[in-house]
């Protein structure tokens, strides 16, 4: 069964300094990952996604993901912090045994971003 | 032109209600999901139809029923509305595994 896990609740950085999130997936099957980003009481929105072809990916807002096989993880970054990035990021998994499409998430982390 | 639209935005109701929450897509896409989102903000699917077949029905309380009248919409009831029913419900669409979801922007519900 596919499942990934998000490595720190809260995630705290200073505008201007490097944005770290991670995750860590779990997949019998080369997985489907994905990024998302929930702003307060709003949907979530795409970010980024990892489906099989470059292993570094490029999103929306500055930030990229590396797809790392033999670390099972990946993590999302952005160089430079702005104000506006803080906001709920998901990692996210699809179950592709299931053949539905499903995403199983992770349980989110709150990046915050100081002045 | 909202891709993804869901109503109502917020619902405050009683206990023992009953309640439906809808949702419409105007992207052409072929399945459809619901998720419910907890205090700790956990995502947890719900249900998912592919074109107006369902193709997953977790382990929720049978007072939650789907309904997918056609492929754009997918909505949602609850009878007997309880106090752990409180949460964000989102509904989501997308055409293909690879594609990723396209997710309303949520209805909050309060029950009291």
């Known amino acids: 069964a596919q499942s990934v896990t998000q490595l720190g609740s809260h995630v705290s950085v200073s505008e201007g300094a490097l944005v770290l999130l991670r995750c860590n997936y779990s997949s019998s099957v080369p997985p489907y990952l994905f990024w998302y980003v929930q702003y307060p009481n709003q949907g979530l929105q795409l970010l980024l996604k990892y489906t099989s072809a470059a292993t570094l990916v490029k999103g929306i807002n500055g930030f990229e993901a590396e797809f790392k096989k033999s670390e099972t993880s990946f993590h999302l970054t952005k160089p430079s912090a702005h104000m506006s990035d803080a906001a709920e990021y998901f990692c996210?998994?699809?179950?592709?045994?299931?053949?539905?499409?499903?995403?199983?998430f992770g349980q989110g982390t709150t990046l915050q971003v100081k002045p | 032109d909202t891709a993804v639209s869901q109503t109502p935005k917020y619902l405050v109701t009683q206990m023992g209600n009953d309640k439906s929450i809808k949702c419409e897509q105007n992207?052409?896409?072929?399945?459809m999901y619901w998720y419910k989102q907890d205090s700790k903000k956990f995502l947890k699917i719900m249900f998912s139809?592919?074109?107006?077949?369902?193709?997953i029905n977790e382990t929720v309380p049978n007072r939650f029923s789907p309904k997918s009248p056609d492929k754009a919409h997918l909505n949602l009831h609850i009878n007997s509305l309880e106090l752990g029913d409180s949460a964000v419900y989102f509904c989501?669409?997308?055409?293909?595994?690879?594609?990723?979801?396209?997710f309303g922007s949520g209805t909050r519900l309060t029950v009291v």
């Open positions: 139809y592919n074109n107006k077949e369902l193709i």
């Open positions: 996210a998994v699809s179950d592709r045994s299931s053949n539905t499409g499903k995403l199983i």
């Open positions: 989501a669409s997308s055409p293909t595994e690879t594609y990723g979801y396209t």
């Open positions: 992207l052409g896409h072929d399945t």
